[in-house]
């Protein structure tokens, strides 16, 4: 019983004298060598979007970058007050909402720069009038309607909370299972701080299983250096099958993991499916350099030597060097 209260006396004396000098810190971010922006909305890029809505008997457009999804099954469009179109949702209750594709995008850009409340912005899009009795953009290759469930108004905002009706999306933007593929449909994106419209990038893997299948790596960009390749090949035709196996595989184990291998793309003669030409772009003469010493390259190498009849490697000048491929593997 004595040890006991000694010790609690103990524990209140260490508390009693503990002086705020004692107390953890926080770390100051500055330490962490990052710059404090102050109260700055970061999440972008966002999904461009054409809000399409009917307002006094007559259909309006109006492009619209900030949207978003609250859980998975409501969708926020949040639209300055001063907007024509804010009228005609709020008596209807019902919008869509049309992704914007690069050939889409001037008019998409038109229909914001200009007011519905001096400029008849109903035949800029050619349209239908969807299932749910909204006006649907056909150039648009995905397609929403909505039905507004809750208005919650910030200053200077209406923030449409809505419901999906109806989801439309053109068959070219389909995968081979019916679902949504975005690396063909590829929506423009809206940055808010420079005010640009960006495109969307590869896939770099597969959510929560980034292990299992990984994805495209970042790119490093072209250098002065930069190689620009033409690699044609023909192959003993007795080997071609097993060849076509070899460099499909290093072509796609280097696109993945390799920064500066920023395309390979092989294809065969129709007619004679054993000349083979790859065009390979290197971002630096370091790139490939390191490229030609990867285990996966020395193993397609040493593989392949018996099964090659003739190589010839020409290396080409770009007549517009602004002008890049993107590999995209799925």
């Known amino acids: 019983m004595k040890k006991l209260s000694w010790l609690i006396l103990s524990v209140a004396f260490c508390s009693c004298g503990a002086t705020e000098k004692d107390e953890p810190k926080h770390l100051n971010t500055m330490e962490m060598g990052k710059l404090n922006l102050g109260n700055l909305p970061v999440l972008y890029p966002k999904p461009l979007t054409?809000?399409?809505?009917?307002?006094?008997?007559?259909?309006?457009?109006?492009?619209?970058?900030?949207?978003?999804?609250?859980?998975?099954?409501?969708?926020?469009v949040s639209m300055s007050k001063s907007h024509h179109t804010n009228q005609g949702i709020r008596k209807s209750g019902k919008l869509s909402i049309n992704l914007v594709s690069r050939d889409m995008l001037p008019k998409a850009d038109y229909v914001g720069s200009v007011s519905g409340t001096s400029v008849d912005k109903s035949k800029v899009f050619e349209y239908h009038w969807g299932e749910n009795g909204t006006p649907v953009i056909d150039a648009s290759p995905l397609s929403m309607e909505c039905n507004v469930v809750d208005i919650y108004e910030t200053e200077g905002f209406d923030n449409f909370i809505c419901s999906v009706?109806?989801?439309?999306?053109?068959?070219?933007?389909?995968d081979s299972d019916g679902k949504l593929d975005y690396t063909r449909l590829k929506p423009v994106l809206f940055e808010f701080p420079t005010y640009s419209y960006i495109a969307t990038g590869e896939i770099i893997g597969k959510c929560l299983n980034l292990d299992k299948q990984p994805g495209m790596c970042a790119k490093e960009p072209m250098t002065a250096d930069g190689i620009v390749r033409l690699s044609k090949i023909e192959v003993?035709?007795?080997?071609?099958?097993?060849?076509?196996k070899y460099a499909t595989k290093v072509g796609e184990i280097s696109l993945r993991t390799e920064p500066g291998v920023l395309t390979m793309y092989a294809v065969s003669e129709k007619e004679n499916?054993?000349?083979?030409?790859?065009?390979?772009?290197?971002?630096?003469?370091?790139?490939y350099e390191k490229h030609i010493a990867s285990e996966h390259f020395q193993k397609y190498k040493q593989g392949t030597l018996h099964m090659v009849r003739t190589l010839v490697l020409s290396d080409q000048t770009p007549l517009n060097p602004v002008n890049r491929i993107n590999n995209f593997i799925q």
């Open 273 to 287: 499916p054993c000349k083979i030409t790859i065009l390979e772009t290197y971002a630096s003469r370091k790139a």
């Open 236 to 244: 003993h035709p007795q080997y071609l099958d097993e060849y076509m």
């Open 165 to 174: 009706a109806n989801t439309y999306a053109a068959p070219d933007v389909l």
């Open 50 to 76: 054409v809000i399409g809505a009917e307002v006094d008997g007559k259909v309006n457009w109006l492009v619209v970058g900030h949207t978003g999804i609250i859980g998975h099954d409501r969708i926020l």
